[in-house]
C-alpha cells in the first residue's frame, strides 16, 4: 500500500467492498486507516528487532487469508477449560456446560515471517478517541471483554495441531511466532506494535489444553 495517495481504481475497490457488506465509510478514510494498519511494525521496539515486521512486508506467498477450520472435541465440562486457564487475564470463565462434538471457525490470516508462524485476527473495535486507550491495558480490557483470550487459545490449539501434520520437524518454541489480534484502529507506524495484542501461549498450558479438550486425538 505505500504512503502514497488512494488512486481512483483503490477507491472505488474499497467503495465497492463497503457497499458490499452494508458498512457506511469514506473510501478515503478506509484507505487511510488500511494503510496505517500495514504500515505499523507488529512489535513493540523493545521486541528482538530482527522479528519485527509490518503486514506491507509480507509478499503473498507467505500468508494465507480466512482458513476454515474443524476441531474434535471429546467429551468434557467447561469447568475443565476454566480451571486451566483461570490465570489467563483476556479470558472468561464459561458457564457449566458439558461439550461434545466439533469446534468450527475461520481464522483470519496466517502468515511466515524468518521462518515463524503468526496466527493474526484484525478487530475494529472501538475503543475511544485517544491512543492510549488502545495501549495494553486497554487491549487487555477489550480481549477479556469479548473473550478473545479463549478464542486465541483455541486458534493456537488448532494451528498447532496443523502444523504437527503438515511441517516436517515442526516444533512449537521454535516454528511458532505467536498470536496477534491488530486493533486496527488504534494502530500507527510512529509507534510500533501501537494497537496490538500479541502473546505467544505458553506451551505447557496449551498441551493441558490439548488434552483435556481432544484428548491428544486431533493430530
Given at each position: 500500500?505505500?504512503?502514497?495517495e488512494?488512486?481512483e481504481?483503490q477507491l472505488?475497490?474499497?467503495t465497492?467492498?463497503?457497499?458490499?457488506?452494508?458498512?457506511?465509510?469514506?473510501a478515503?478514510d478506509?484507505q487511510?486507516?488500511l494503510?496505517l494498519a500495514?504500515m505499523t511494525?507488529l512489535k513493540p521496539i523493545?521486541?528482538d528487532?530482527?522479528e519485527n515486521f509490518s503486514?506491507?512486508?509480507?509478499p503473498?506467498?507467505?500468508?494465507?487469508?480466512?482458513?476454515?477450520?474443524?476441531?474434535?472435541l471429546?467429551?468434557?465440562?467447561t469447568e475443565?477449560?476454566?480451571?486451566?486457564?483461570?490465570d489467563?487475564?483476556?479470558?472468561v470463565?464459561?458457564?457449566?456446560?458439558?461439550?461434545?462434538?466439533?469446534?468450527?471457525?475461520?481464522?483470519d490470516?496466517?502468515?511466515r515471517?524468518k521462518?515463524?508462524?503468526?496466527?493474526?485476527d484484525?478487530k475494529?473495535n472501538y475503543?475511544g478517541e485517544?491512543m492510549?486507550?488502545y495501549d495494553?491495558?486497554?487491549?487487555?480490557e477489550a480481549?477479556?471483554?469479548?473473550?478473545?483470550?479463549?478464542?486465541y487459545?483455541?486458534y493456537?490449539l488448532v494451528?498447532?495441531h496443523?502444523?504437527?501434520n503438515?511441517?516436517?520437524g515442526?516444533?512449537?518454541?521454535?516454528?511458532?511466532?505467536?498470536v496477534?489480534?491488530l486493533?486496527?484502529?488504534g494502530?500507527?507506524?510512529?509507534?510500533?506494535?501501537?494497537?496490538?495484542?500479541?502473546?505467544?501461549?505458553?506451551y505447557?498450558?496449551?498441551?493441558e489444553?490439548?488434552?483435556?479438550?481432544g484428548?491428544?486425538?486431533?493430530?
Amino acid at each position: 500500500v505505500g504512503t502514497q495517495e488512494a488512486t481512483e481504481e483503490q477507491l472505488v475497490a474499497i467503495t465497492a467492498q463497503c457497499n458490499r457488506y452494508g458498512v457506511s465509510a469514506d473510501a478515503a478514510d478506509v484507505q487511510k486507516l488500511l494503510q496505517l494498519a500495514v504500515m505499523t511494525p507488529l512489535k513493540p521496539i523493545t521486541a528482538d528487532n530482527d522479528e519485527n515486521f509490518s503486514l506491507s512486508m509480507l509478499p503473498h506467498g507467505e500468508c494465507l487469508k480466512e482458513i476454515q477450520f474443524f476441531y474434535r472435541l471429546c467429551y468434557l465440562a467447561t469447568e475443565r477449560i476454566n480451571d486451566i486457564l483461570a490465570d489467563e487475564k483476556t479470558v472468561v470463565p464459561l458457564s457449566h456446560k458439558m461439550m461434545r462434538g466439533y469446534l468450527t471457525g475461520f481464522i483470519d490470516l496466517v502468515c511466515r515471517y524468518k521462518g515463524r508462524y503468526y496466527v493474526i485476527d484484525y478487530k475494529t473495535n472501538y475503543l475511544g478517541e485517544c491512543m492510549g486507550n488502545y495501549d495494553r491495558n486497554g487491549l487487555v480490557e477489550a480481549m477479556r471483554g469479548h473473550n478473545y483470550g479463549l478464542q486465541y487459545w483455541i486458534y493456537t490449539l488448532v494451528f498447532h495441531h496443523h502444523m504437527k501434520n503438515l511441517l516436517p520437524g515442526y516444533d512449537y518454541q521454535q516454528h511458532f511466532g505467536g498470536v496477534m489480534y491488530l486493533f486496527v484502529r488504534g494502530m500507527t507506524p510512529e509507534i510500533p506494535g501501537s494497537g496490538i495484542y500479541y502473546t505467544k501461549p505458553e506451551y505447557s498450558t496449551l498441551a493441558e489444553l490439548d488434552h483435556v479438550i481432544g484428548d491428544g486425538d486431533n493430530g
